[in-house]
């Protein structure tokens, strides 16, 4: 396994490939192994989702408590250190930061969800799923 | 406490292997739990115990997030703990699926915390690891 990010959190430092993407318990709760599927589960079912996508070093939170639900790139700390790359942003409570998209119950995000020219699914196996509520 | 497929039904519990929290404190009869491998982490949807309150403590934000509430191990209210911004969540199940989740477009589905709710609300935010 390689490691992918060595100053995460000050308590959890090694991130590894093996971490990227849905997790286990992921794969547990969605009773399924497909991503696509995995996906859909924890969305439809109205959880909000923050993850960190490795490729472009950003936080990304897809947020189901607003109508319509949001996609949006979390602000970073202007303060932030840069000494772990999970203290960029608040976790305290739900940031808005730039919208990159809205969407209802019926979006097909699957298909149509892209962080540059990468479709979700693409950007999910690069990224860190930190929290799922 | 774990996710929907982490439950066994033959023996009404979350084998050891697929628990995912460790106790931390009890306060006013709640346990205060965290994910020991994320210090983050999703929302449990079943508990081992059948009928049951958790608060969870976030190791990222230094301080408990969410309170949730089990009812025949299935998880049904959970209150986001947000200082004068707390609310809650009722969680439906559905009967078809199994599948654990809010209503959307239920925008009554953000609820107002009861005055009972925010006194633990209130003692559970000062609450600290130790």
Redesign the interface.
């Known amino acids: 396994m390689n490691v992918v990010i060595d100053n995460w ?1 000050e ?2 430092p090694v991130i590894t490939s093996a971490e990227l993407g849905w997790n286990e ?7 399924s192994e497909d991503p696509k599927e995995i996906f859909n ?1 924890f969305w ?4 909000s989702i923050i993850f960190y996508y490795v490729d472009d070093g950003n936080f990304y939170e897809l947020f ?2 607003s ?1 319509p ?1 949001k996609f949006w790139r979390i602000p970073k700390i202007e303060s932030w250190d840069g000494k772990y790359i ?1 203290r960029q942003i608040l ?3 739900h940031q808005e930061g730039t919208v990159l998209c809205e969407f ?2 019926d979006t097909d995000l699957w298909e149509t969800l892209k962080i540059g020219d990468k479709s979700i699914g693409e950007v999910l196996t690069r990224s860190y799923i ?4 | 406490m ?5 439950f066994d039904k033959a023996t009404m519990s979350i084998p050891v292997e ?1 628990r ?1 929290y460790k106790t931390l404190d009890v306060v006013d009869g709640i346990k205060v739990i965290e994910d020991f491998e ?6 449990p ?1 079943m508990s081992n115990t059948a009928d049951t309150v958790y608060a969870v403590w ?6 408990i ?2 309170i949730f509430y089990y009812k025949d191990h299935v998880l049904y209210y959970s209150i ?1 703990l ?2 004068k ?1 707390s609310h809650a969540h009722n969680v439906y199940v559905d009967s078809k699926t199994g ?7 239920d ?1 009554k589905n ?1 609820l107002e915390l009861s005055p009972k709710e925010w006194i633990i609300v209130n003692k559970l935010e000062k609450w600290t690891k130790k």
């Open positions: 959190m308590f959890h318990e992921c794969i547990r709760d969605a009773m589960y439809k079912n109205f959880f189901m408590e109508d639900h999970g976790w305290e409570s209802d119950d930190a929290e799922i509520n | 774990g996710g929907r497929g982490s697929k995912k994320s210090g983050n982490g999703k929302t949807v976030s190791e990222s934000a230094g301080r997030k969410h986001d947000e200082g911004n599948e654990i989740g809010r209503k959307t477009h925008k953000r």
